[in-house]
């Protein structure tokens, strides 16, 4: 335990300040996301144009290539989110067993195309679970930012592989952070359902 302890220690001593930011704002993107604060993907936009860089340098280029998509699904959050004088804000509700097998079919045929690409060429330490995370994190930040309820499952299993990833790959600072976002997730499925079941209750009552 003495020796994980100090190499740890040492790899704390080592994160890059680019790391440190990225994993405070990424933090600071989820939070507001569960409060379902339009700011969110303002920091979300942040923290994945410094994680494109964290990735590469760390030779995990399918997790870099993916901060590339978010910033454009950042962009889009924020546009979807608005509310203004003749648009309602969007509801959270729930996404269908079918779209979500559909993702999960998607995502794992193309972690496989993309993990024999990568080890291929030799490109990634752990290019099937680099893969898997990556594709999978693509359709859980879609159903994010149509406020589907269920990404939040989706992000109990994501979060755990690349914290797993981040873990191999001495990246801690940011492994930690993984973990966090392990107990937000679950924070952010009883804020989601909570907010639901209350829009729910009163469109019954005015019904």
């Given at each position: 335990?003495s020796a ?7 790899a704390?001593r080592?994160?890059?300040t680019?790391?440190f ?6 933090f600071?993107?989820v939070?507001l996301?569960?409060r379902?604060?339009r700011?969110?993907?303002?920091a979300a936009l942040?923290s994945?144009a ?11 280029y399918m997790?870099a290539?993916?901060?590339g ?16 004088g ?5 509801a959270v509700?729930?996404a ?7 993702g999960?079919?998607?995502?794992l045929?193309?972690a496989a195309l993309?993990a ?8 990634s330490?752990a ?16 159903l ?13 299993a994501?979060?755990t592989l690349?914290?797993?990833?981040c873990?191999q790959q001495?990246l801690?600072l940011?492994?930690i952070?993984?973990i966090?976002y392990?107990?937000?997730a679950?924070?952010?499925w009883?804020s989601w ?5 209350s829009?729910?209750g009163t469109?019954?009552?005015?019904g």
């Amino acid at each position: 335990m003495s020796a994980l302890a100090a190499a740890i220690a040492a790899a704390w001593r080592a994160t890059s300040t680019s790391e440190f930011v990225a994993a405070a704002l990424g933090f600071a993107y989820v939070v507001l996301v569960i409060r379902q604060h339009r700011a969110g993907w303002l920091a979300a936009l942040a923290s994945t144009a410094l994680y494109l860089q964290v990735f590469a340098v760390a030779r995990l280029y399918m997790q870099a290539a993916l901060q590339g998509y978010y910033v454009a699904v950042a962009a889009y959050g924020w546009w979807a989110w608005r509310r203004t004088g003749t648009t309602a804000p969007l509801a959270v509700t729930r996404a269908s067993g079918r779209l979500q097998l559909a993702g999960l079919a998607a995502a794992l045929v193309a972690a496989a195309l993309s993990a024999w690409w990568l080890a291929a060429g030799d490109a990634s330490p752990a290019p099937f679970l680099d893969a898997l995370t990556t594709w999978a994190s693509v359709f859980a930040t879609w159903l994010q930012a149509r406020k589907k309820l269920d990404n939040w499952a989706w992000w109990l299993a994501i979060d755990t592989l690349i914290a797993l990833l981040c873990w191999q790959q001495r990246l801690y600072l940011s492994m930690i952070l993984y973990i966090l976002y392990l107990g937000l997730a679950a924070i952010g499925w009883r804020s989601w359902y909570r907010d639901m079941q209350s829009a729910a209750g009163t469109r019954g009552a005015g019904g």
